[in-house]
């Protein structure tokens, strides 16, 4: 009764995709929740950072006995800017998809 999209901005570029959407909304049915993929790449990195950042911290700590400030600092701006970059590309294409859809015929 519901159809999930895993949306990306060259969905509607490929056939296949725009004849199944057709198709579910020639049927009658219209729930369709679209999720988007760049959502994925954003959590994903944000994973793999906070991993990282603990990693580098655990071996500090066994080594030195300590983690240094400036190591928490660099590692969260590093996070800061890379979360940054990925949600200003994530909301550009959900900005797309809005005008995709009104398109879409």
């Known amino acids: 009764e ?10 509607f570029t490929r056939l296949w995709c ?3 959407l057709a198709s579910w909304i020639h049927l009658g049915k219209s729930h369709i929740c679209f999720m988007p993929v760049s959502f994925v790449a954003l959590a994903g990195m944000l994973t793999v950072g906070l991993f990282v950042h ?7 700590e066994i080594f030195t006995g300590g983690i240094p400030w400036w190591l928490t600092i660099a590692s969260l701006w590093t996070l800061s800017l890379a ?16 005008s995709q859809l009104a398109d879409f015929s």
Do not use: P
């Open 83 to 98: 979360s940054a970059f990925f949600a200003r590309r994530h909301m550009c294409e959900l900005g797309s998809l809005s």
């Open 18 to 20: 725009t004849y199944e």
């Open 54 to 60: 603990l990693q580098i911290g655990a071996v500090y």
């Open 2 to 11: 519901r159809l999930v999209v895993l949306w990306a901005a060259s969905y």
